[in-house]
């Protein structure tokens, strides 16, 4: 995609690593929007490993949702994202036992912080004012309709400061699980 900063990645073995592989694996440093508009590519920082499936959908949900939302609550343009959790080989919640997470097939990314142009970052675990209170309400709401699971603060103990987005598939192709 024009102007987007990915190439390969590499895939780490842990402690569930027989189940931590990442298929078509980038590692994902900055996305450029595709309609325009923006002063530039949205970073992200740290740069994060993700399955090409699951950068292509956060591409999407960038341009499609993201970019209008910030535009829309603050008239500037969403410059990047402060992020965690791609792909990462353990287990889910950071369990000792138990099912593997998707950040260890690089189909899921943590969401700690939005940075605007400007300067302003709005953290997802204190919400300086209630702009930014709403303005992190829609985001959270658009990924219930572009993931199939989005976790964040009010969720559970491990989602409190971020929030959490990933596609793994379900049982129906039109279930999410939005909390």
């Known amino acids: 995609t024009g102007g987007n900063r990915v190439g390969p990645a590499r895939t780490e073995g ?5 189940g931590c592989v990442v298929v078509e694996p980038v590692l994902v440093e900055a996305l450029a929007p595709r309609h325009g508009g923006a002063r530039g590519a949205i970073t992200f920082k740290p740069p994060v490993t ?3 499936a699951m950068a292509m959908q956060v591409w999407n949900w960038l341009d499609d949702a993201l970019l209008p939302l910030t535009r829309g609550h603050f008239d500037v343009d969403l410059t990047g994202l402060q992020v965690g959790g791609g ?3 353990r287990r889910r919640n950071r369990a000792g036992a138990g099912p593997l ?3 260890a097939t690089g189909q899921a990314l943590d969401i700690f912080a939005l940075d605007l ?7 997802v675990e204190k919400p300086a004012d209630a702009a930014s209170e709403r303005f992190l309400r829609a985001v959270r709401q658009s990924a219930c309709g572009a993931f199939m699971t989005t976790l964040g603060p009010g969720s559970d103990a491990a989602h409190a400061n971020h929030i959490h987005i990933d596609i793994q598939p379900r049982r129906s192709a039109a279930s999410r699980f939005c909390q």
């Open 14 to 18: 842990g402690p569930a690593s027989s």
């Open 50 to 52: 993700l399955s090409c």
């Open 87 to 89: 792909h990462e080989c």
């Open 101 to 103: 997470s998707e950040h």
């Open 117 to 123: 142009a400007g300067g302003r970052r709005v953290m």
